[in-house]
Nanobody, 118 residues
């Protein structure tokens, strides 16, 4: 069982930056992949970025060039640096841990709200 706690959300203006953090209750160095997702009311949850155990990563198209995912195995945290924020980035951002055990096992945090507004 992995418990995840997100922090760092808030209210910002377009063009500003935010850094989200996700603290895990266990060592993340052996976890298959850590990721950030986001969701707005009435829409499915969508992946923002994922970083794998070997350090490789993938980004959704909307995140490329603006967002950076990183992991700190020593502190068991995963961060999401978000730059040049847009109105459409407004969402509840969730941290995800994915294990592989005869299929994927996903763990989720409670989410942190990001609101981009002028």
């Amino acid at each position: 069982q992995v418990q995840l706690v997100e922090s760092g959300g808030g209210l910002v203006q377009p063009g500003w930056s935010l850094r989200l953090s996700c603290a895990a209750s266990t060592s993340i160095s052996s976890i298959h992949a850590m990721a950030w997702y986001r969701q707005v009311p009435g829409k499915p949850r969508e992946m923002v970025a994922r970083i794998f155990r070997d350090g490789s990563y993938i980004y959704s198209d909307f995140a490329k060039g603006r967002f950076t995912i990183s992991r700190d195995n020593a502190r068991n945290t995963v961060n999401l640096q978000m730059n040049a924020l847009k109105f459409e980035d407004t969402a509840l951002y969730y941290c995800n841990a994915r294990e592989v055990e005869s299929g994927y096992v996903n763990y989720w945090g409670q989410g942190t709200q990001v609101t981009v507004s002028s």
